[in-house]
């Protein structure tokens, strides 16, 4: 496959490729990312700690704390990072849950998703600058609602508490 850079920003790229997939031509615009890691927490009360963040264009939204991982990062790493930075909370163990990519078609991104636990409050909010977050406590049952109604609409958000509550037979 022949790769063309087109674009190549702060947190993600895009290029062209060209070439041949089984005797067929194929060119593709695809999105470059290095990946994330999302982390369901429970705090000491078994509520789910969410952040409410800022997303251009779509205003304020209900999620799981996440980050983009560093360049070479393991996604672990980042999970324990961005825990600590987005919620003040460190955790103990980050268990992994799911990894799945968000957008198949034409994005590498892919998501880890972990369940964060052994969970203490050790700093505050430790933002980038264009971050824009407060952070909520949701118990389980709540969450559930609030994505089957269509409150919630992130996917690493929806995917991470589905396929716990599947795991642990909630619905």
Do not use: W
Not at 16 to 26: D, F, M, S
Not at 84 to 107: F, R
Not at 129 to 136: A, R
């Amino acid at each position: 496959m022949k790769k063309t850079k087109i674009y190549e920003g702060k947190i993600l790229g895009l290029s062209v490729y060209e070439g041949k997939i089984e005797g067929r031509k194929v060119k593709r615009e695809i999105i470059e990312h290095r990946g994330a890691a999302a982390m369901l927490a429970f705090d000491e009360g078994k509520k789910v700690i969410l952040v409410k963040q800022y997303r251009f264009p779509h205003g304020y939204v209900l999620e799981i704390p996440a980050g983009t991982l560093e360049k070479g990062e393991k996604p672990v790493k980042c999970a324990f990072r961005e825990l600590q930075e987005e919620t003040g909370y460190s955790a103990k163990k980050m268990t992994p849950l799911i990894t799945y990519y968000p957008s198949i078609g034409y994005n590498q991104e892919v998501i880890h998703c972990f369940v964060a636990s052994g969970l203490k409050k050790v700093a505050d909010l430790n933002l980038d600058e264009d971050e824009i977050l407060s952070v909520e406590k949701i118990e389980m049952k709540k969450l559930l609602r609030m994505i089957k109604t269509g409150k919630i609409q992130d996917s690493k958000t929806i995917c991470a508490v589905l396929t716990y509550a599947a795991k642990k037979k909630l619905y």
